[in-house]
């Protein structure tokens, strides 16, 4: 892959996606997309950029790429502090405040979903709380790799998954299937998995207004521009008084000042300010 090469391919990307990929990951494009070359029959990556720009099947190839692209390490309760918060605190919060308005409805988002663990995690924290009785609650799963969203519709998992599990979780909500542990039914019906590209701004005004979004360990991809437009697109999908969980290692400093950084027992979780129905709607 040339120097020139490498810029077009990677700019594509990015365009598509906002995964960015800086000078220093030249080989890693290049050993990742090369597989993409041999299913393709492509004889460089000077065809393979012509393939991307003008083929009837470019589309579906940026989502093949997606799949060669992304990092996919997850498991079920992960961060278990971040966790902690959001069952003692911040899910009981949200109960006042819309019981308060005649409310009974959750709806969560699970950005960057992944393989699925991270959705029926929540699924499970929620599923025996007794304030919830009688709600109605929405858990939506995304990611933009159609690989890791048919693992999760099959929910099915291996040990590797449940490195951080209670034993009691295990015992109640899985149960053996086809060499791993397969996801209960009910908490499968709380959980509905899609495909989705952060940077598909009409689709994620399809979604609708949720009450908190999961979005952990996905943003450290994306470079500041990117990181502005998706974090910006958060805030507008969030009710008022709506919360955003990121990764440990992720901060919205230098990115945006639409959040107010609440700070609970347990962790530090990023909130949209309550306004106006009015100032919510402009």
């Given at each position: 892959m040339s120097d020139d090469e490498f810029r077009v391919i990677r700019d594509s990307i990015y365009s598509h996606c906002g995964i960015f990929f800086d000078d220093d990951s030249k080989y890693l494009l290049e050993k990742r997309l090369a597989r993409r070359l041999t299913a393709l029959s492509l004889n460089n990556f000077r065809e393979y950029y012509h393939f991307l720009k003008y083929d009837r099947n470019k589309d579906q190839e940026m989502m093949d790429i997606m799949d060669v692209l992304t990092t996919n390490e997850t498991y079920f309760f992960r961060e278990s502090f971040q966790l902690s918060a959001f069952?003692?605190?911040?899910?009981?919060?949200?109960?006042?405040?819309?019981?308060?308005?005649?409310?009974?409805?959750?709806?969560?988002?699970?950005?960057?979903?992944?393989?699925?663990?991270?959705?029926?995690?929540?699924?499970?924290?929620?599923?025996?709380?007794?304030?919830?009785?009688?709600?109605?609650?929405?858990?939506?799963?995304?990611?933009?790799s159609q690989r890791v969203l048919q693992h999760a519709r099959r929910g099915v998992y291996t040990k590797s998954s449940f490195r951080a599990t209670e034993e009691r979780y295990i015992k109640r909500f899985f149960y053996e299937y086809d060499g791993g542990l397969k996801v209960t039914d009910d908490i499968r019906e709380m959980v509905t998995i899609s495909h989705l590209n952060l940077f598909d701004k009409i689709r994620m005004m399809m979604l609708g207004k949720m009450d908190l979004i999961f979005c952990r360990n996905v943003i450290i991809y994306f470079d500041l521009a990117a990181k502005k437009r998706v974090v910006e697109e958060f805030h507008r999908s969030l009710h008022d008084g709506g919360f955003l969980l990121l990764g440990h290692s992720e901060s919205l400093m230098n990115v945006t000042t639409l959040f107010t950084l609440r700070h609970f027992k347990n962790d530090m979780i990023y909130q949209k300010p309550e306004r106006s129905a009015l100032g919510d709607d402009l």
């Amino acid at each position: 892959m040339s120097d020139d090469e490498f810029r077009v391919i990677r700019d594509s990307i990015y365009s598509h996606c906002g995964i960015f990929f800086d000078d220093d990951s030249k080989y890693l494009l290049e050993k990742r997309l090369a597989r993409r070359l041999t299913a393709l029959s492509l004889n460089n990556f000077r065809e393979y950029y012509h393939f991307l720009k003008y083929d009837r099947n470019k589309d579906q190839e940026m989502m093949d790429i997606m799949d060669v692209l992304t990092t996919n390490e997850t498991y079920f309760f992960r961060e278990s502090f971040q966790l902690s918060a959001f069952t003692d605190e911040v899910v009981p919060e949200l109960i006042s405040v819309k019981s308060a308005r005649g409310d009974r409805t959750l709806r969560i988002w699970s950005a960057g979903c992944s393989t699925g663990e991270e959705p029926y995690t929540i699924a499970m924290l929620l599923r025996d709380m007794p304030r919830l009785r009688g709600w109605k609650i929405e858990i939506i799963g995304t990611d933009i790799s159609q690989r890791v969203l048919q693992h999760a519709r099959r929910g099915v998992y291996t040990k590797s998954s449940f490195r951080a599990t209670e034993e009691r979780y295990i015992k109640r909500f899985f149960y053996e299937y086809d060499g791993g542990l397969k996801v209960t039914d009910d908490i499968r019906e709380m959980v509905t998995i899609s495909h989705l590209n952060l940077f598909d701004k009409i689709r994620m005004m399809m979604l609708g207004k949720m009450d908190l979004i999961f979005c952990r360990n996905v943003i450290i991809y994306f470079d500041l521009a990117a990181k502005k437009r998706v974090v910006e697109e958060f805030h507008r999908s969030l009710h008022d008084g709506g919360f955003l969980l990121l990764g440990h290692s992720e901060s919205l400093m230098n990115v945006t000042t639409l959040f107010t950084l609440r700070h609970f027992k347990n962790d530090m979780i990023y909130q949209k300010p309550e306004r106006s129905a009015l100032g919510d709607d402009l």
